[in-house]
T-cell receptor, first 109, second 114 residues
Framework: QQPVQSPQAVILREGEDAVINCSSSKALYSVHWYRQKHGEAPVFLMILLKGGEQKGHDKISASFNEKKQQSSLYLTASQLSYSGTYFCGTSNQGGKLIFGQGTELSVKP | KAGVTQTPRYLIKTRGQQVTLSCSPISGHRSVSWYQQTPGQGLQFLFEYFSETQRNKGNFPGRFSGRQFSNSRSEMNVSTLELGDSALYLC?????????????FGPGTRLLVL
């Protein structure tokens, strides 16, 4: 079953923060986050495995709450380069990776 | 290391025809997954191949098929094309497992069915 992402779209000014949520109705083993810029292939951001750990690099981080079966992606002090569509992909261990519908993020100067 | 490559990059076909798309994974990667991306449906999983065997399958009709060769290169075939098959087809490669390993996407093949 496809995970549900919210919001569907968000517009930010440079320097503002954003949170993108990804929820699943099934038990999760891992959550993957990707960013896709227009006309390009999705690019890997990070994987979170079952265990609730939070990961991050630079000003982008994510958490995974396996009890709630959801993950959140945090973008702080957004930059113009953060613009794109963010996808979460969920897996139930060794299975296929199912992606959410995507969240379109636009960062304006 | 060279990234995932897909050929052709663009393709125009007419209804009823068939098409074959090719994907060469990153060297050393043994798992290849295929996705269909459309504006309305997002990224839809088609199938995953590992060691020449289909390991996972999405909810697509039998017109969509694939295979993987001993060098891990993969092809997908769509027979009896329909207008709704117009999409960007992405393949992604990863190390042993497609589930927990990072998937690296190719640039995609954009298919237009007229």
């Amino acid at each position: 079953q496809q995970p549900v992402q919210s919001p569907q779209a968000v517009i930010l000014r440079e320097g503002e923060d954003a949170v993108i949520n990804c929820s699943s109705s099934k038990a999760l083993y891992s959550v993957h986050w990707y960013r896709q810029k227009h006309g390009e292939a999705p690019v890997f951001l990070m994987i979170l495995l079952k265990g609730g750990e939070q990961k991050g690099h630079d000003k982008i981080s994510a958490s995974f709450n396996e009890k709630k079966q959801q993950s959140s992606l945090y973008l702080t002090a957004s930059q113009l380069s953060y613009s794109g569509t963010y996808f979460c992909g969920t897996s139930n261990q060794g299975g296929k990776l199912i992606f959410g519908q995507g969240t379109e993020l636009s960062v304006k100067p | 290391k060279a990234g995932v490559t897909q050929t052709p990059r663009y393709l125009i076909k007419t209804r009823g025809q068939q098409v074959t798309l090719s994907c060469s994974p990153i060297s050393g990667h043994r798992s290849v997954s295929w996705y269909q991306q459309t504006p309305g449906q997002g990224l839809q999983f088609l199938f995953e191949y590992f060691s020449e065997t289909q390991r996972n399958k999405g909810n697509f009709p039998g017109r969509f098929s694939g295979r993987q060769f001993s060098n891990s290169r993969s092809e997908m075939n769509v027979s009896t094309l329909e207008l709704g098959d117009s999409a960007l087809y992405l393949c992604a490669s990863s190390l042993p497992s497609g589930g927990e390993e990072t998937q690296y996407f190719g640039p995609g093949t954009r298919l237009l069915v007229l």
